[in-house]
């Protein structure tokens, strides 16, 4: 509410017509407004401001003229909050609960549990990583523009994203004894200390650290806690570099944080001479990918022949985080990268949007399909020889752009294997793999499988790339819907 302390220029406003109306408000010692004469373009006016929620009351009525003065009392609410206040109140919930949620991990900390003895025995500064990690994760999701949080999913997602990570950083214990049954297969560690471990902590992380392959596939998922205890463990603030020039671990339940920490470890320097990378099945989803991207770009990554992604939920813009030129230039010695049934589609997206923090490494609309092929015709992906895009949402126009791109780079030079069965294309994407292979721009190619899109309907095309499939020395050529999917090249051989 703005009022002046100048009676002259307040009858001046309420008598431009023909009758008027005027507020007189009665200030007291603690029930006032702000003076904003200091502030204002027209000082003059010496406006006063009072804040929001104030109430007012009808003390009495006067006439001066043809203006009808209004005397009020004013009644300030001190315990309102601030314009800010008001406005990041949504933020102000999320800073709650992840204020709550530290103090939560600190008690725990504190109180000394037996399940963390042994983790504090490997890692004497494992409390002081538990609460730094923990803070830096729950500071990220409460710190962003008080505007943000307007959007119901976003607030939803911040204060889903803040109680998982207190529940992965609270159960690294827990991920701590899988990743040391994965480790030796022997079942998992006791962690209450009223025993002896029949895996010494020692011996744990020395095979973590010096194994050149670190393979969990055993009954024991290691969830998002084994993932962010691995990374930490690993990472330079643990006892990391890791040795390992392979990580392997499909269906271990990661989740989207526990796939993050890892890449984020990645990114850090926890593993300098990883060659294959693959965590198949594991709910990864957008905000892993675009960690995954970003520890790519800043060259992490620039040693990795093999990137296996399969049966993650990506969508177009978890792939686009890696599927841009900055990422993928950035491995230059890439020649495996499998991305089946990650729901990559023709769809059109705006810009590329990390769900936790915004940023954007492509602004625009874009399809991340293209941005691959538009990656590949600047000459990323030179070494290219497997490219598994198998039960996607890939539609002609995709292959169209990819086999266009492959006739002319040095990615269709290399290329042995390529894979784009059960798809959404057609003809017209088929007509486009005829004219790439019969040019020689497939020259290695070994492997074609193009089995089960129902949009194939062209039998003199598929009779055609079957002669091709001969006339370069296919091994194997897939087409139809009807298994063996390989019998009609294997006949015309």
Same mark, same amino acid.
């Given at each position: 509410?703005?009022?002046?302390?100048?009676?002259?220029?307040?009858?001046h406003?309420?008598?431009?017509?023909?009758?008027g109306?005027?507020?007189?408000?009665?200030?007291?010692?603690?029930?006032?407004?702000?003076?904003?004469?200091?502030?204002?373009?027209?000082?003059?006016e010496?406006?006063?401001?009072?804040?929001?929620?104030?109430?007012?009351?009808?003390a009495?009525l006067?006439t001066?003229?043809?203006?009808?003065?209004i005397?009020?009392?004013?009644s300030?609410?001190r315990?309102?909050?601030?314009?800010?206040?008001?406005?990041?109140?949504?933020r102000?919930?999320?800073?709650?609960i992840?204020?709550?949620l530290?103090s939560?991990?600190?008690?725990?900390?504190?109180?000394?549990?037996p399940?963390?003895?042994?983790?504090?025995?490997?890692?004497?500064?494992?409390?002081?990583l538990?609460?730094?990690?923990?803070?830096?994760?729950?500071?990220?999701?409460?710190s962003?523009?008080?505007?943000?949080?307007n959007?119901?999913?976003?607030?939803?997602?911040?204060?889903?994203y803040?109680?998982?990570?207190?529940?992965?950083?609270s159960?690294?214990?827990?991920?701590f004894?899988a990743?040391?049954?994965?480790?030796f297969?022997?079942?998992?560690?006791?962690?209450?200390g009223?025993q002896p471990?029949?895996?010494?902590?020692?011996?744990?992380?020395?095979?973590?650290?010096h194994r050149?392959?670190?393979?969990?596939?055993?009954?024991e998922?290691?969830?998002?806690s084994?993932?962010?205890?691995?990374?930490?463990?690993?990472s330079?603030?643990?006892v990391?570099?890791a040795?390992?020039?392979?990580?392997?671990a499909?269906?271990?339940?990661?989740?989207?944080?526990?796939?993050?920490?890892?890449?984020?470890?990645?990114?850090?320097?926890?593993?300098?001479?990883?060659?294959?990378l693959?965590l198949?099945?594991?709910h990864?989803?957008?905000?892993?990918?675009?960690?995954?991207?970003?520890?790519?770009?800043q060259? %992490?990554l620039? !040693? &990795?022949?093999? =990137?296996?992604l399969?049966? #993650?939920?990506? +969508? /177009?813009? *978890?792939c686009?985080?890696?599927?841009?030129?900055?990422?993928?230039?950035?491995?230059?010695?890439?020649?495996?990268?499998?991305?089946?049934?990650?729901?990559?589609?023709?769809?059109?997206i705006?810009?590329?949007?990390?769900?936790?923090?915004?940023s954007?490494?492509?602004?625009?609309?874009?399809?991340?399909?293209?941005?691959?092929?538009?990656?590949?015709?600047k000459?990323?992906?030179?070494?290219l020889?497997?490219l598994?895009?198998?039960?996607?949402?890939i539609?002609?126009?995709?292959?169209?752009d990819?086999?266009d791109v492959?006739?002319?780079?040095? %990615?269709?030079? !290399? &290329?042995?294997? =390529?894979?784009?069965e059960? #798809?959404?294309? +057609? /003809?017209? *994407?088929?007509?486009?793999?005829?004219?790439?292979?019969?040019?020689?721009?497939?020259?290695?190619?070994?492997h074609?499988?193009?089995?089960?899109n129902?949009?194939?309907?062209?039998q003199?095309?598929?009779?055609?790339?079957a002669?091709?499939?001969?006339?370069?020395?296919?091994?194997?050529?897939?087409?139809?819907?009807?298994p063996?999917y390989?019998?009609?090249?294997k006949?015309?051989?």
């Amino acid at each position: 509410m703005s009022t002046t302390t100048d009676h002259a220029v307040a009858m001046h406003y309420a008598s431009l017509g023909v009758a008027g109306m005027l507020f007189e408000v009665q200030m007291g010692v603690l029930d006032r407004g702000a003076d904003l004469s200091c502030f204002s373009q027209y000082p003059h006016e010496q406006e006063i401001l009072f804040p929001a929620m104030t109430c007012i009351e009808v003390a009495g009525l006067d006439t001066q003229g043809s203006v009808l003065v209004i005397r009020l009392h004013a009644s300030v609410n001190r315990l309102s909050g601030t314009l800010t206040e008001l406005v990041s109140k949504r933020r102000k919930l999320v800073q709650d609960i992840a204020a709550n949620l530290r103090s939560e991990l600190d008690y725990k900390l504190f109180a000394g549990t037996p399940e963390w003895n042994s983790l504090t025995a490997l890692v004497p500064s494992i409390h002081a990583l538990a609460k730094s990690r923990h803070h830096t994760i729950l500071h990220d999701l409460s710190s962003r523009d008080v505007h943000t949080y307007n959007d119901g999913n976003i607030l939803g997602q911040a204060i889903s994203y803040a109680v998982q990570a207190h529940d992965m950083i609270s159960g690294w214990p827990r991920g701590f004894a899988a990743l040391a049954a994965q480790a030796f297969d022997q079942g998992p560690v006791s962690m209450d200390g009223s025993q002896p471990t029949s895996i010494p902590s020692a011996t744990t992380i020395d095979s973590l650290v010096h194994r050149m392959e670190l393979k969990f596939d055993g009954p024991e998922r290691l969830g998002a806690s084994g993932g962010s205890v691995l990374a930490i463990l690993l990472s330079p603030q643990g006892v990391g570099p890791a040795a390992a020039q392979e990580l392997e671990a499909k269906k271990m339940e990661l989740g989207e944080l526990g796939g993050a920490e890892l890449f984020e470890a990645v990114r850090c320097g926890a593993f300098p001479r990883l060659q294959r990378l693959a965590l198949d099945a594991n709910h990864l989803g957008i905000h892993a990918a675009a960690t995954l991207g970003r520890a790519m770009v800043q060259g %992490a990554l620039n !040693s &990795l022949l093999a =990137l296996w992604l399969n049966d #993650n939920l990506l +969508g /177009d813009e *978890g792939c686009a985080h890696i599927l841009h030129y900055d990422a993928l230039h950035a491995c230059p010695r890439l020649s495996e990268l499998c991305l089946n049934n990650v729901g990559l589609s023709s769809s059109l997206i705006t810009g590329v949007n990390d769900t936790r923090d915004g940023s954007s490494p492509v602004q625009g609309a874009h399809r991340a399909h293209s941005m691959m092929c538009a990656a590949i015709k600047k000459g990323a992906l030179a070494h290219l020889e497997r490219l598994n895009l198998i039960n996607n949402n890939i539609g002609d126009v995709d292959v169209r752009d990819l086999a266009d791109v492959l006739a002319t780079s040095p %990615a269709g030079s !290399s &290329l042995v294997r =390529l894979q784009l069965e059960n #798809n959404q294309w +057609g /003809d017209d *994407g088929l007509d486009a793999l005829v004219h790439a292979l019969r040019d020689g721009g497939l020259r290695r190619l070994l492997h074609l499988e193009l089995h089960l899109n129902r949009r194939i309907q062209n039998q003199k095309l598929m009779d055609e790339m079957a002669k091709l499939g001969i006339f370069w020395g296919l091994e194997t050529l897939k087409q139809g819907m009807v298994p063996p999917y390989d019998q009609h090249f294997k006949q015309a051989k």
